[in-house]
């Protein structure tokens, strides 16, 4: 244990001693995610993260980076006091990003700048940048926690992190290579994941309501309809299992991670383009994987909309157009593929436990998504 100490600065709302506990608590979670290229980092706490670089079978490799955070979700874990998943949210912001280029993350940094340094919640948090790293096979090589006194409330936190992985050149996916007549793929999302929580928040006023109640007993009438209309397809113990959650906890499911199917994927089809569906929905994140001169038109009976996402819409009574320009609805990532090659990516991503389906096709005309109902 280190023997630098400042009862001034201590005084002064920075505890040095709540740093190094935080370190030792963290270490666990840290040692879970290393891999072979981190396994020369050694012990944590020095002044930079390592990484050896195995490009055997990458002869043209290309770095990819992404960062990002977790936005005002926080506030529903503050409210929550549950500080394990976020970490998770974190991760996934970022990888699920390089993915879109068709790389393999590689590893993660983290930084955390809280009001007071709690090791345990810190310790907490770590945990779930863990969690996070597991999933998507990247290591956590380095971070860092900021005790910024008067700047954030004592209870408080901030997160954000940063991922790079590698891509061989000739494997960057090339959207100039889609065409008219190409399937357009979901894969489903897990929730909300995070985006859109500023709307969230006013909507259901959670700074000022009972989060932590089934959310049954709170909206009888809307799980009603849902059993009885079967809104967005999902099935029947789907809904009954989200009326018996909490709102809270509805909202605090972790974004989901697409590395490993998506990683199958890239093996095995050529993908030619893909949009991890974030803030600005359908409408925004979608034509960023289309050429110029090309579309997609999407039938809504198509779109296998989350429960949760029905609620929203009734409760904050949102017009359609602004939820898909908003939410991901139910669809975290899409993925363009051939005609030929979509009934395979299909298998394949439900190989990887991926409830995949065609989502919509690409036709001539505006970068733009038209989502039609016949």
Avoid at 55 to 80: E, H, Q, R, W, Y
Avoid at 275 to 290: C, D, M, Q, V
Wanted: proline share 4%; glycine share 10%.
């Amino acid at each position: 244990m280190s023997k630098s100490f400042s009862e001034s600065y201590k005084e002064a709302g920075v505890d040095i001693t709540a740093g190094y506990k935080s370190v030792e608590l963290m270490k666990e979670f840290v040692g879970r995610t290393l891999t072979n290229g981190a396994s020369i980092n050694g012990d944590i706490g020095g002044f930079g993260g390592l990484f050896e670089l195995d490009i055997k079978d990458t002869p043209n490799p290309v770095l990819v980076s992404g960062t990002d955070g977790v936005g005002t979700k926080l506030k529903l874990a503050f409210l929550m006091d549950r500080h394990d998943t976020v970490g998770i949210d974190c991760v996934a912001m970022c990888v699920n990003d390089i993915l879109c280029v068709g790389a393999k993350p590689l590893y993660f940094l983290d930084y955390i700048a809280c009001g007071k340094n709690f090791p345990e919640k810190i310790a907490e948090i770590v945990k779930g940048v863990s969690e996070g790293c597991i999933q998507s096979d990247s290591a956590l090589i380095g971070g860092e926690t900021a005790e910024m006194p008067g700047f954030y409330p004592e209870d408080e936190y901030d997160l954000a992190g940063f991922a790079v992985g590698v891509v061989d050149k000739n494997r960057i996916l090339d959207k100039s290579k889609v065409r008219e007549g190409d399937v357009l793929i979901a894969l489903p999302s897990s929730g909300v994941h995070s985006n859109g929580f500023s709307l969230v928040r006013k909507i259901f006023d959670v700074e000022n309501s009972d989060i932590s109640s089934p959310i049954g007993t709170k909206s009888g009438e809307f799980i009603k309809e849902a059993l009885e209309n079967n809104k967005g397809g999902n099935d029947i113990m789907e809904i009954m299992d989200f009326a018996n959650k909490s709102l809270g906890e509805v909202l605090l499911t972790p974004t989901k991670i697409y590395v490993k199917p998506m990683l199958a994927l890239f093996d095995r089809v050529n993908v030619k383009s893909v949009a991890h569906i974030t803030g600005g929905g359908f409408y925004e994140n979608i034509p960023r994987s289309l050429p110029d001169g090309f579309g997609v038109e999407i039938e809504k009976k198509n779109i296998k909309i989350l429960p949760i996402f029905n609620l929203i819409s009734r409760e904050g009574d949102i017009p359609e157009r602004d939820m898909f320009n908003t939410f991901n609805m139910g669809v975290g990532m899409t993925v363009i593929v051939s005609p030929e090659d979509a009934e395979e990516a299909i298998n394949i991503l439900q190989e990887k436990d991926e409830k995949a389906y065609i989502l919509g096709r690409v036709v001539k005309g505006e970068k733009e998504v038209n989502i039609y109902a016949k």
